[in-house]
C-alpha cells in the first residue's frame, strides 16, 4: 500500500507566499512523476504543475512564475512553493504521484488533500 500525505495548507492574504510539501510512504518501489492538482468549490479538479523523475516540470498558465515545484527524492517527497497568491488560489491541493510499487504495479496515486485559502 502506497500513502501521500500533503502538509502545509492555511488562510493567507493576497500576495502571501506558502509553501505545501507531500510525502509518499509504503510498498514504494520507484516514484515516477510526481505533481499537484487543485479543486476549487464547484469547479472541476485542475492540473496545477508536475515534476519528472529527472527533474523536468510543467505548469498550468495560471501559476507560471509564481509557482515552483521541486522533489526531493531521498524523502519521496514533493514541494510546492506558491508565491504572489491570488484569492482564484483558493482550493483544495492535492498531491499525486506515479508510483511502482514493490509489485512492480504502477499506478497514480493521490493524498488527501490541503486546504488553500487567500483572502483578498
Known amino acids: 500500500q502506497v500513502q501521500l500525505v500533503e502538509s502545509g495548507g492555511g488562510l493567507l492574504q493576497t500576495g502571501g507566499s506558502l509553501r505545501l510539501s507531500c510525502v509518499a510512504s509504503g510498498s514504494i518501489f520507484r516514484i515516477n512523476a510526481m505533481g499537484w492538482y487543485r479543486q476549487a468549490p464547484g469547479k472541476q479538479r485542475e492540473f496545477v504543475t508536475s515534476i519528472s523523475s529527472d527533474g523536468s516540470t510543467n505548469y498550468g498558465d495560471s501559476v507560471k512564475g509564481r509557482f515552483t515545484i521541486s522533489r526531493d527524492n531521498a524523502k519521496n517527497t514533493v514541494y510546492l512553493q506558491m508565491t504572489t497568491l491570488k484569492p482564484e488560489d483558493t482550493a483544495v491541493y492535492y498531491c499525486?504521484?506515479?508510483?511502482?510499487?514493490?509489485?512492480?504495479?504502477?499506478?497514480?496515486?493521490w493524498g488527501q488533500g490541503t486546504q488553500v485559502t487567500v483572502s483578498s
Open positions: 499525486n504521484a506515479k508510483i511502482t510499487t514493490r509489485l512492480l504495479l504502477t499506478n497514480d496515486f
